[in-house]
C-alpha cells in the first residue's frame, strides 16, 4: 500500500512559470486537501476535495487551482509562480469524517526564484 | 477564524525527563484532536488522537483534553532524543467541516542527552 503519493520532491521555478504538484492516493478515501507549510507558520489550507468533481477553496487559495476527475487524483495547478510561493506543499487524504485524521503525502519542497 | 494556538518553543528537555506540549483552541464545538510528529524534512505522522474529556494513553504518550478549558496537551514520558521533533497539534470543528484540520504552528521539541 503506498498510501499518498506526491510528486516531484523537489522543484525550482522562476517567476511566471507554471507547474501541476502530482498527488495520488490508493486508500480509496473520499476526501482529499493541499496544505502549504511555512517555516514557523504552521499547515495552511490552499484547496480540498469531498469527491470526485468536487473542490472547493481552504484558507490561501490565490494563486491555485486544483482538479479532482478520479478519487484516486487530485493535482495542484500553480499558475505565474510568485517567490511567495516558495514553500514546502502537502496533500493528504481521509475518510472525511474528522474521527480519523490524515495521511500524508512526503510534500514537494518548491522554490520560486 | 478558527485558531489553534501552540507556544512554538523551542522545548528543551533531559534525556528520560517529561516533556509537556500545549495547545488551545478558539472554536469551542470542535470534536476532534490530534498530535502530529514531523522530523525536519519529513511529513506530520499521526501520533495520538482524542475525542473525549480525559486522558488517552498509548505507549510514552498521553494525550489530555479540557474542552471547557478548550485546551489539549501531549506528554511524553521518558523523553528520547529520538522525540526530537516539531509537534503540531491539529482540531477538526466538526459539522460541516468536510473533516478539515486547523493546524497550530507548532512546538519544536529537542531532548538532549
Known amino acids: 500500500n503506498a498510501g499518498v503519493t506526491q510528486t516531484p520532491k523537489f522543484r525550482i521555478l522562476k517567476i511566471g512559470q507554471s507547474m501541476t504538484l502530482q498527488c495520488t492516493q490508493d486508500?480509496?478515501?473520499?476526501?482529499m486537501y493541499w496544505y502549504r507549510q511555512d517555516p514557523g507558520m504552521g499547515l495552511k489550507l490552499i484547496y480540498y476535495?469531498?469527491?470526485?468533481?468536487?473542490?472547493d477553496k481552504g484558507e490561501v487559495p490565490n494563486g491555485y487551482n486544483v482538479s479532482r476527475s478520479t478519487t484516486e487524483d487530485f493535482p495542484l495547478r500553480l499558475e505565474l509562480a510568485a517567490p511567495s510561493q516558495t514553500s514546502v506543499y502537502f496533500c493528504a487524504s481521509s475518510y472525511g469524517t474528522g474521527d480519523y485524521g490524515y495521511t500524508f503525502g512526503s510534500g514537494t519542497r518548491l522554490t520560486v526564484v | 477564524q478558527k485558531e489553534v494556538e501552540q507556544n512554538s518553543g523551542p522545548l528543551s528537555v533531559p534525556e528520560g525527563a517529561i516533556a509537556s506540549l500545549n495547545c488551545t483552541y478558539s472554536?469551542?464545538?470542535?470534536?476532534?484532536f490530534f498530535w502530529y510528529r514531523q522530523y525536519s524534512g519529513k511529513s506530520p505522522e499521526l501520533i495520538m488522537s482524542?475525542?473525549?474529556?480525559g486522558d488517552k494513553e498509548d505507549g510514552r504518550f498521553t494525550a489530555q483534553l479540557n474542552k471547557a478549558s478548550q485546551y489539549v496537551s501531549l506528554l511524553i514520558r521518558d523523553s528520547q532524543p529520538s522525540d526530537s521533533a516539531t509537534y503540531l497539534c491539529?482540531?477538526?470543528?466538526?459539522?460541516?467541516?468536510?473533516?478539515?484540520?486547523?493546524f497550530g504552528q507548532g512546538t519544536i521539541l529537542t531532548v538532549h542527552p
Open positions: 482524542i475525542y473525549s474529556n
Open positions: 472554536d469551542r464545538g470542535s470534536q476532534s
Open positions: 486508500m480509496n478515501h473520499n476526501y
Open positions: 476535495s469531498v469527491g470526485a468533481g468536487i473542490t
Open positions: 491539529a482540531v477538526f470543528a466538526g459539522g460541516t467541516s468536510y473533516g478539515k484540520l486547523t
